[in-house]
């Protein structure tokens, strides 16, 4: 399997614009997370899905952003507008079991290798 | 709510020396305790994962503890290496809760 495969690498827009993340996690998993890194906040989550449904999506700083997993095999993450503070390293992640089950001994998280935007 | 610290922020050190990172956090009902490297630039790689009925694992020069009463883990390097350097990053998966709280890490950085 290639992993969780996130795309663009690197996007570069403009205050105002739309921009769409997407990742494809790994084949067979159930539960996707996106996550945000930024210097000053570290990692931080901002929704999950398990089997396709949104489960938690606290972490979503605002409105501007919204997340969907049309199928087990895609997700996307959107910025509409966009704001310079989004600048930041956005990571897809997905795991195979629920992280509750003590007899699993796969139960590891799997990062894709993140976007990279820069909102000017 | 789930705070997770790692201590140092930053450390450097000689190739060869063994070393500890630590991380603790605050609520102890967790069910397990992952640890990760991330290289600059690049993606989170997974190194342990330690359920939260063990007290360790092993992975080459690799070793993670778990103390879940003081709410601590570490991980310690053996003979460390300059391919080392990285950040480590630890994350917790709490009780009644899927979502894997992760600490700030540790810069490492190995010198020859």
């Known amino acids: 399997d290639a992993g969780v495969i996130q795309s663009p690498r690197h996007e570069v827009t403009e205050m105002g614009q739309e921009v769409t993340l997407r990742c494809k996690p790994i084949?067979?998993?159930?539960?996707l997370f996106w996550y945000r890194q930024t210097m000053m906040r570290g990692l931080e989550l901002l929704i999950y899905?398990?089997?396709?449904?949104?489960?938690?999506d606290s972490g979503m700083p605002e409105d501007r952003f919204s997340a969907k997993m049309p199928n087990a095999s895609f997700s996307t993450l959107k910025i509409q507008p966009s704001e310079p503070r989004d600048s930041a390293v956005y990571f897809c992640?997905?795991?195979?079991?629920?992280?509750?089950?003590?007899?699993?001994?796969?139960?590891?998280?799997?990062f894709g290798s993140g976007t990279q935007l820069s909102v000017l | 709510k789930q705070e997770v610290t790692q201590i140092p922020a930053a450390l450097s050190v000689p190739e060869g020396e063994n070393l500890v990172l630590n991380c603790s956090f605050t609520?102890?009902?967790?069910?397990?305790l992952q640890w990760f490297r991330q290289d600059p630039g690049k993606g989170l790689t997974s190194l342990l994962l330690?359920?939260?009925?063990?007290r360790e694992q092993t992975s080459g020069r690799l070793n993670a503890s778990l103390d879940k009463s003081s709410g601590r883990s570490t991980l310690y390097i053996a003979a460390s290496q300059p391919g080392d350097s990285a950040t480590y990053l630890c994350?917790?998966?709490?009780?009644?809760?899927?979502?894997?709280?992760f600490g700030r890490g540790t810069s490492l950085i190995v010198h020859p």
């Open positions: 330690i359920q939260s009925s063990q």
């Open positions: 994350a917790v998966i709490s009780g009644g809760s899927y979502i894997p709280t």
């Open positions: 992640a997905s795991s195979l079991l629920p992280w509750t089950d003590p007899t699993a001994t796969n139960e590891k998280l799997f």
């Open positions: 899905f398990n089997n396709n449904v949104p489960i938690d």
């Open positions: 084949s067979g998993h159930d539960y």
């Open positions: 609520d102890s009902a967790i069910y397990n």
